[in-house]
Every structure is written in structure tokens, then in C-alpha cells.
């Protein structure tokens, strides 16, 4: 029975993060335009961020604050066509406090201001309005688009502040993963709060109590 009293708290653990779970959507290209909206969020450790792609064919990439316009080998969701009937998405798991920076990988979108940033400092030299401001004084054409259009399977390959959870699938408003994504392979750090791991620390639970 010991090993039961190291694994309870263990599942009580697991679980009340999982619960815990926010999702955040970023809706890339409302209404047409070169934008993520919104542009500069804040989110803990562990939650979603779910970037809903509505209109023209956009990226989701990584960078970071000193390279705007550059996939940094974190994640990249791949160039994601879609229109009003066929919303595409592409989801990360926030697994640090550091800042995550990122830009839109179509050409001239990031150097138009199409970025975003999750966890950005609100004052000091390294705001959300900054790495804008740094991104927009890009020059074309440098490094904007040939480093963005990879298919997305290589989120968190070194340690990068995020992991791509899915590229497809998830919709609105579920804050889980499917079991596709869970499945997938491609993450690096899979969502706690699939359906099946939830169903697995219920179990768990039922089989310790
Ligand atoms: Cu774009």
C-alpha cells in the first residue's frame, strides 16, 4: 500500500491542474486583416493557447523579442488557409513565465505588425508594443517567410517555451486536446487534460480508494 500513498497525491495533482486548465484564443485575421486578436495575452503554466485562423492564410511561429521575424526552431503551425466556413486552428500548451514571442510567417505580415506575445512584460524595454515596433522596422523579406512554412511537427524539438499540442481539431471552447492530438507524436509535452488521461486518473482514483 505505500506505493498508493506516493501515488494518490500524485493523481490529485494531475488532476487539479488539469482542472485548472484555461484556454486562450488568439483569432488570426479577423475580419481580413493582418492581425492576431488579441495581440498580447497573459497565461499560466499549463494552460492552452488556441490560435483560430478566420480568413486569408496565416502563420502562428515562434521568435523571440531580438529577431521578430524569425522562427527560433520553437513552434510553427505552417501557413493556415482558411475562411469563414473553414476555420483553421493550431494550439500550444504555455509551459514557462518567460515571454513567448511570435510573428505571422505570410510575406510582409510580420513586418506589417501581424505578432503576437504571451506573457510580455507590461513595462520596461521589452513590451508588446516594442517587439511590434521592432518587427515592423524588419526589412522585407529577411528571413520572414522561408523559416515559417514548415508543417509544424517539430513544436518544443529543443526546448522551446511551448509545445504544439495540435494543428488541427480543436474547436472553441473544449480547453482538451483530442485524443488525435494526444496520439499525434509531435508533442513534446503532452496535454495533461486529455479525455483519456482524465479517465485514466479517475481510474486511478477508483482503483486506490
Ligand atoms: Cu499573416
Redesign the pocket.
Given at each position: 500500500m505505500f506505493s498508493n500513498l506516493i501515488a494518490l497525491p500524485l493523481l490529485i495533482t494531475a488532476l487539479t491542474s488539469c482542472l485548472a486548465q484555461t484556454t486562450h484564443t488568439i483569432t488570426?485575421?479577423t475580419n481580413g486583416t493582418?492581425?492576431f486578436t488579441p495581440t498580447d495575452i497573459q497565461a499560466a503554466i499549463g494552460d492552452v493557447v488556441n490560435f483560430q485562423f478566420v480568413t486569408?492564410?496565416?502563420?502562428a511561429t515562434q521568435s523571440t523579442f531580438a529577431v521578430p521575424c524569425t522562427n527560433n526552431g520553437g513552434f510553427k503551425s505552417g501557413f493556415k488557409p482558411a475562411s469563414a466556413n473553414d476555420i483553421a486552428t493550431f494550439a500550444i500548451m504555455v509551459n514557462t513565465t518567460d515571454p513567448i514571442w511570435g510573428?505571422?510567417?505570410?510575406v510582409?505580415?510580420?513586418q506589417?505588425g501581424?505578432v503576437f506575445a504571451i506573457n510580455a512584460p507590461e513595462t520596461g524595454n521589452k513590451t508588446f508594443a516594442a517587439f511590434q515596433s521592432a518587427a515592423m522596422s524588419v526589412s522585407a523579406g529577411d528571413g520572414s517567410n522561408s523559416s515559417s512554412s514548415g508543417s509544424g511537427t517539430s513544436a518544443g524539438a529543443n526546448g522551446s517555451s511551448s509545445s504544439l499540442i495540435s494543428s488541427a481539431g480543436m474547436s472553441t471552447g473544449t480547453g482538451a486536446a483530442s485524443s488525435t492530438a494526444a496520439s499525434a507524436g509531435s508533442a513534446s509535452t503532452l496535454l495533461p487534460c486529455s479525455a483519456s488521461m482524465v479517465g485514466a486518473l479517475l481510474a486511478g482514483f477508483t482503483w486506490l480508494l
Amino acid at each position: 500500500m505505500f506505493s498508493n500513498l506516493i501515488a494518490l497525491p500524485l493523481l490529485i495533482t494531475a488532476l487539479t491542474s488539469c482542472l485548472a486548465q484555461t484556454t486562450h484564443t488568439i483569432t488570426v485575421g479577423t475580419n481580413g486583416t493582418k492581425t492576431f486578436t488579441p495581440t498580447d495575452i497573459q497565461a499560466a503554466i499549463g494552460d492552452v493557447v488556441n490560435f483560430q485562423f478566420v480568413t486569408g492564410n496565416h502563420t502562428a511561429t515562434q521568435s523571440t523579442f531580438a529577431v521578430p521575424c524569425t522562427n527560433n526552431g520553437g513552434f510553427k503551425s505552417g501557413f493556415k488557409p482558411a475562411s469563414a466556413n473553414d476555420i483553421a486552428t493550431f494550439a500550444i500548451m504555455v509551459n514557462t513565465t518567460d515571454p513567448i514571442w511570435g510573428y505571422c510567417g505570410q510575406v510582409g505580415h510580420c513586418q506589417a505588425g501581424m505578432v503576437f506575445a504571451i506573457n510580455a512584460p507590461e513595462t520596461g524595454n521589452k513590451t508588446f508594443a516594442a517587439f511590434q515596433s521592432a518587427a515592423m522596422s524588419v526589412s522585407a523579406g529577411d528571413g520572414s517567410n522561408s523559416s515559417s512554412s514548415g508543417s509544424g511537427t517539430s513544436a518544443g524539438a529543443n526546448g522551446s517555451s511551448s509545445s504544439l499540442i495540435s494543428s488541427a481539431g480543436m474547436s472553441t471552447g473544449t480547453g482538451a486536446a483530442s485524443s488525435t492530438a494526444a496520439s499525434a507524436g509531435s508533442a513534446s509535452t503532452l496535454l495533461p487534460c486529455s479525455a483519456s488521461m482524465v479517465g485514466a486518473l479517475l481510474a486511478g482514483f477508483t482503483w486506490l480508494l
